[in-house]
């Protein structure tokens, strides 16, 4: 993809250079090969400089929580919308699929339609944000360790990472000191890598206290796991600087299908249209489909939530008997304390054929591990057993 004349003049007088531009449109054509693209690429990056190899993941004999994936897969009247789109799937657009999904959208979170953009997953919105509203002086403020920072430092933008709180959540007063001018606050709610949670109150003073052109991002690609957080989606509805992702990667079990959005104050959402292939890139519409059908199946969040919620509380009674520290989750995954090095306990791991998470740089001895099904976590344990001796 080449930059437009108009896009590459407002990129330029943002402070980008002209190099950085080329970077810019890398980013928007070929994200999907990047390493910082999503947890897939990430986890694939992380286990190839780590000489693990991704070709021991693919192994069908083992057990892979390393992606925050949810083996749960597509509900049963998801699968039955894919059946029936597909066959259309000769054509672009089939039908009314993407209006439906906005529709459904509308309903659950109760804001307008017009707040609402469908992407193909949250990676491709969270990019635009980049784009729009960072640069070599307009800074992506985010939480260390935290997820998300990846994109604008590949394109020239200032990234700074602030420590989060004694209590993992992030430490909003800190962030707005450390730039008082950033283009983005970007808060992960429940947070990635740690699984925690920052207060609402803590957003609204994101909100209160930063310049006006920026935005807070607020990530809430797990936030159906827990029933502790406040979204922010009324925020979007109240007409705040705020953008909410969402994705159907997780609870929704759909990875592979690839399907998101995001929701802003239509003048927000214009700002990330020069940014991708089009306006929107919604994806397959086996995907839109699929998550439309999904959110209209009543009981399907609460009930995988209290699944989740149970096995990981009993991992973490058994690392609770063997002396392990972690950090309590809210999400479908966790950090835990290995005594050394990350990378050298995954590789012990994966000799046992249990494949784990990645390894953030400022905590080295801290591995983050997906919690998959029951029989998956059973296997976690008997690798454990080994790993750890």
């Not at 309903?107 to 944000?129: N, Q, W, Y």
């Not at 909410?244 to 997780?250: A, D, G, N």
């Not at 989740?308 to 058994?318: C, G």
Request: aromatic share 8%; net charge positive; with cysteine.
């Amino acid at each position: 993809m080449n930059l437009l004349p108009d896009q590459a003049d407002l990129l330029l007088q943002k402070g980008f250079s002209r190099r950085q531009l080329g970077r810019i449109a890398t980013l928007l054509t070929a994200g999907a090969g990047l390493p910082f693209y999503n947890e897939y690429a990430m986890a694939q990056d992380a286990q190839r400089r780590a000489g693990r190899g991704a070709g021991r993941a693919m192994d069908p004999d083992a057990v892979r929580i390393n992606q925050n994936e949810n083996p749960m897969g597509p509900c049963k009247e998801g699968l039955e919308a894919i059946a029936r789109i597909a066959p259309l799937g000769w054509r672009y657009s089939a039908g009314n699929v993407t209006s439906e999904l906005s529709k459904a959208i509308a309903e659950t979170e109760d804001v307008k339609e017009d707040h609402i953009a469908v992407f193909a997953g949250s990676s491709d919105p969270l990019h635009r944000v980049s784009c729009a509203f960072t640069s070599p002086t307009q800074s992506w403020t985010m939480g260390e360790p935290g997820y998300g920072g990846g994109a604008p430092a590949f394109i020239g933008s200032k990234v700074t990472r602030v420590p989060l709180r004694a209590d993992y959540s992030h430490d909003v007063e800190a962030m707005v000191k450390a730039d008082p001018n950033a283009g983005v606050y970007y808060v992960c709610n429940p947070n990635n890598p740690t699984g925690t949670l920052t207060p609402r109150k803590d957003i609204e003073y994101l909100l209160a206290h930063k310049s006006k052109d920026s935005v807070v991002l607020v990530d809430e690609a797990y936030i159906h796991f827990t029933d502790k957080a406040q979204s922010s989606a009324d925020l979007v509805a109240a007409g705040k600087d705020v953008i909410v992702l969402r994705t159907f990667s997780k609870i929704y079990g759909m990875a592979g299908l690839r399907a998101g959005f995001a929701m802003g104050r239509p003048d927000l959402l214009g700002k990330l249209r020069p940014y991708g292939v089009g306006f929107m890139q919604t994806g397959a519409v086996t995907g839109v489909a699929c998550a439309a059908a999904s959110l209209r199946v009543k009981n399907l969040v609460p009930e995988r939530r209290a699944l989740l919620r149970s096995i990981r509380e009993d991992t973490f009674a058994f690392l609770d008997k063997k002396g392990v520290k972690y950090i309590p989750s809210e999400a479908n995954f966790f950090m835990m304390e290995v005594n050394r090095p990350g990378g050298t306990f995954a590789d012990a791991m994966a000799s046992n054929k249990v494949i784990i998470g990645r390894v953030w740089p400022v905590w080295p001895t801290k591995v983050r591990v997906t919690v998959g099904s029951q029989d998956d976590m059973t296997k976690f344990k008997a690798a454990f057993e080994k790993a750890w001796a």
